[in-house]
């Protein structure tokens, strides 16, 4: 390691390479500032160093400038030269020393008081985490779906809703919801169909990053949706009310069942599982799978593999918990294959929605989580354990 001659050292710029600074262009700042040292020639005056979470998330990416005790919040790389300069806007200061003390910048939050723990009994709060869709009604059906889900969860735990992507609350701000609301446990719940990469990976990984911000609060980890029983039964009822009498012998029906499709293989051969039980409770030729992206078969491949095994009515079955741009984009599909096919019967059911049997099993989910048995935990360990393998930043890009 270099060892630096700091004798004419007048400033230290300290860096933050966070985790959260670093998904938002920490490395770029890093540079800038340093450029703008080296173009100037203050390497011999001004030290940078680049630092851990310095937790001040909100105000992404930070700079400290030690000792004047000034704490920046860099989003451009105007700010970032200028730091250098002592020459920032006033907008993009979090902290500033005024006569010996630390002033917050008005449009900057308060914050949590670092490891306050709260009086009186412990807190618990349960923080539910949906997909999120770029389609804004997605994400409210699955807001409006907690909201429906509360009259049936003890009225003393704090309930939250966040997004892993494209909505808002994201996790990190949903975590900081109940944090701030005084949650002493934080039992995260997964509203996800199937067991893959977000929950295998993406939610662990934010939740092994809050832990390093409140090391005072107990996380908890819920398991997804997968196989589950209640699942059948709520893939039944969207038959039927196509018309299709779930009690009877359809000799030349087929079912497909479309899910959103991805890059597990454990997943995939889930839905192929969910897909064999379904046939077995009903009478029909097949159940074919089929998937939106990712992987295949296509749906048009399923489409064609229903009507070469000699299907005369097909049923597309939507394995998608709310609406979306796939759902948007699936029910498109269907108009077009009742055009091209016009001598085949071609229905498309409802996704899940706000199915009763969803809140049974999620509600499943939740106390499996709370009673300390839920599977998730130990998709805890194994992040940990891939994470101490192969490196791995909390933030999630699509």
């Not at 018309?243 to 454990?266: C, K, M, W």
């Not at 159940?287 to 070469?308: H, L, Q, S, W, Y």
């Amino acid at each position: 390691m270099t060892t630096w001659n700091l004798t004419q050292m007048q400033r230290h710029l300290l860096i933050c390479n966070g985790a959260t600074c670093m998904s938002a262009g920490a490395e770029e700042v890093t540079t800038q500032i340093r450029d703008e040292i080296r173009k100037n020639r203050l390497d011999e005056h001004i030290h940078t160093s680049r630092t851990r979470c310095n937790g001040r998330c909100k105000d992404k990416c930070v700079v400290i400038d030690y000792p004047k005790g000034t704490w920046y919040s860099v989003q451009q790389e105007e700010t970032a030269r200028s730091i250098v300069h002592e020459a920032v806007k006033e907008e993009s200061i979090i902290y500033s020393m005024e006569h010996g003390e630390r002033k917050r910048n008005e449009n900057r939050i308060k914050g949590i008081d670092k490891y306050k723990k709260g009086k009186g009994p412990m807190k618990k709060a349960v923080l539910f985490v949906g997909h999120g869709s770029r389609m804004e009604a997605g994400n409210n059906e699955v807001r409006r779906f907690i909201d429906q889900m509360r009259n049936d969860i003890d009225p003393a735990l704090l309930v939250e809703t966040c997004f892993l992507e494209f909505a808002s609350p994201n996790i990190e701000d949903g975590i900081q919801l109940c944090a701030e609301k005084g949650a002493d446990e934080i039992h995260v719940i997964p509203i996800i169909l199937l067991h893959a990469g977000h929950s295998k990976l993406h939610i662990p990984a934010e939740i092994e990053h809050a832990k390093e911000h409140f090391p005072d609060i107990q996380f908890t980890y819920g398991q997804t949706i997968g196989v589950h029983e209640e699942v059948l039964e709520i893939l039944k009822s969207r038959l039927a009310e196509t018309g299709f009498d779930v009690n009877q012998t359809h000799e030349d029906t087929a079912i497909l069942l479309i899910g959103r499709g991805g890059s597990d293989p454990y997943a995939n051969a889930d839905f192929y599982k969910i897909s064999r039980l379904l046939w077995e409770k009903l009478n029909v030729s097949s159940v074919e799978c089929a998937f939106m992206g990712v992987t295949m078969p296509t749906v048009n491949d399923g489409i064609d593999r229903c009507i070469k095994l000699g299907a005369k009515r097909i049923i597309m079955l939507p394995y998608f918990l709310f609406t979306g741009i796939l759902m948007e984009r699936m029910n498109k599909m269907a108009e077009q294959f009742k055009e091209t096919y016009s001598h085949i019967s071609i229905d498309i059911a409802e996704y899940f929605g706000y199915h009763p049997k969803l809140r049974t099993v999620l509600l499943e989910r939740m106390n499996q989580a709370l009673d300390g048995t839920s599977t998730g935990m130990q998709d805890l360990e194994n992040f940990r354990k891939y994470a101490e393998e192969h490196g791995y930043e909390h933030h999630h890009h699509h």
